[in-house]
T-cell receptor, first 115, second 114 residues
Framework: EAGVTQFPSHSVIEKGQTVTLRCDPI?????LYWYRRVMGKEIKFLLH????????ESGMPNNRFLAERTGGTYSTLKVQPAELEDSGVYFC?????????????FGEGSRLTVL | GDSVTQMEGPVTLSEEAFLTINCTYT??????LFWYVQYPGEGLQLLLK?????DKGSNKGFEATYRKETTSFHLEKGSVQVSDSAVYFC?????????????FGQGTRLTINP
């Protein structure tokens, strides 16, 4: 069974440009999460999809970030326009069940560098 | 909101040394507690978890006990190996109005020297 895959693994862009990160969860996992780790600090929650619906987007920093999960399969996270403080590692995770009973499976992360 | 604090790294030990990585939390409810590990070039993996007070999670020689009275979930291993070198994250599950998420600490980088 394939794990959670993320693309690209590393992206370097200039301030003001747009970047789209993609996450393919494990097949059959309805829950999909985006997290971000900035400058070696804690991993912070961004948002949570259940199938194609946004269950919780309380962690999205501002309206420059847009996440979608059309059809309830893969998800994209777009940053437009990117700012310097958006640099970090963006993790995607998926799970079949809720967190009380199930495990969250993470991808390797997409490293974003904004110059 | 809920939060997790873990000891700052980096931590460097010699092989076969005893390991403790401290983790404390603040939570309004009764969260489950987790340790995740990220090996070089890989994604985070669940190492162990505990779902209620006094539960002990264990895996690969690592242990952590859910201590409600001290709000702690310290990670321990009696004899570390070079292959344990990784970044370790303590986390709790938070649920607000039916929506669940993990809240992570800042991570502790562990390096084991042969």
């Amino acid at each position: 069974e394939a794990g959670v895959t993320q693309f690209p693994s590393h992206s370097v862009i200039e301030k003001g440009q747009t970047v789209t990160l993609r996450c393919d969860p494990i097949s059959g996992h309805d829950n999909l999460y985006w997290y971000r780790r900035v400058m070696g600090k804690e991993i912070k929650f961004l948002l949570h999809f259940v199938k194609e619906s946004k269950q919780d987007e309380s962690g999205m920093p501002n309206n420059r970030f847009l996440a979608e999960r059309t059809g309830g399969t893969y998800s994209t996270l777009k940053v437009q326009p990117a700012e310097l403080e958006d640099s970090g590692v963006y993790f995607c995770a998926s799970s079949r069940w809720d967190l009380r009973t199930g495990e969250l499976f993470f991808g390797e992360g997409s490293r974003l560098t904004v110059l | 909101g809920d939060s997790v604090t873990q000891m700052e790294g980096p931590v460097t030990l010699s092989e076969e040394a005893f390991l403790t990585i401290n983790c404390t939390y603040t939570a309004t409810g009764y969260p489950s507690l987790f340790w995740y590990v990220q090996y070089p070039g890989e994604g985070l993996q669940l190492l162990l978890k505990a779902t209620k007070a006094d539960d002990k999670g264990s895996n690969k020689g690592f242990e952590a006990t859910y201590r409600k009275e001290t709000t702690s979930f310290h990670l321990e291993k009696g004899s570390v190996q070079v292959s344990d070198s990784a970044v370790y994250f303590c986390a709790l599950s938070e649920e607000i109005q039916g929506a669940q998420k993990l809240v992570f600490g800042q991570g502790t980088r562990l390096t084991i020297n042969p």
